[in-house]
């Protein structure tokens, strides 16, 4: 997971996470963030979508960068910035998410939600060149000793965090729309 596809993917997973918790969003006055079904999206945000993109960023840094800056040069402030930026916008992606569905448009979420991962694919397949070989900076930008994805240990860790983060996800999205099924 690159810089550009955790965002995609921050935002989409708050657009999502707040239709699972449609009950209690229709059934409280409160501002969507201070919700129960907030809080278990934001510990997923916080337990698992932001570490993962920490390891990304920790150890294939210049490929999580899409070989656009070197990542030794990125002063650790600045990394720390990208995480906070990214929980930031999984937050702001709940609450767009919140607002259509306490406007009962909920297929205009689901429609934002599917062109946002639309928008991932199609990044993903414009900077394919540089998602598709794994090597630092100065390998990038003198083409040599690059891999090919698929035969790096990159793909082992893409796999992994993919399945934590789509499992989190859905952790997340059932206990929000059960519970908020109780409650309401």
């Known amino acids: 997971m690159n810089l550009p596809i955790s965002f995609v993917i921050a935002y989409a997973a708050g657009i999502i996470a707040s239709l699972a918790s449609r009950a209690e969003l229709r059934g409280t006055p409160r501002p969507s963030l201070a919700t129960a079904g907030f809080r278990a999206f934001a510990t997923y945000v916080l337990l698992v979508l932001v570490p993962s993109t920490v390891y ?48 009962q448009r909920e297929t205009l979420a689901i429609v934002i939600a599917t062109l946002t991962s639309v928008l991932g694919v199609g990044l993903l397949l414009v900077l394919r060149d540089r998602v598709t070989t794994v090597g630092s900076y100065a390998q990038f930008h ?30 997340a999205c059932v206990r929000t729309h059960w519970g908020g099924r109780r409650m309401a």
């Open 142 to 171: 003198g083409t040599f000793g690059l891999k090919p994805w698929l035969a790096s240990p990159l793909l082992p860790a893409v796999v992994l965090f993919s399945t934590l983060i789509v499992v989190g996800l859905v952790h």
């Open 56 to 103: 990304f960023y920790a150890f294939h840094g210049d490929w999580f960068l899409l070989y656009l800056v070197d990542s030794t040069t990125v002063p650790s402030a600045v990394a720390l910035l990208l995480f906070v930026v990214e929980a930031i916008v999984s937050a702001v992606g709940f609450a767009s998410g919140a607002h259509l569905v306490r406007l």
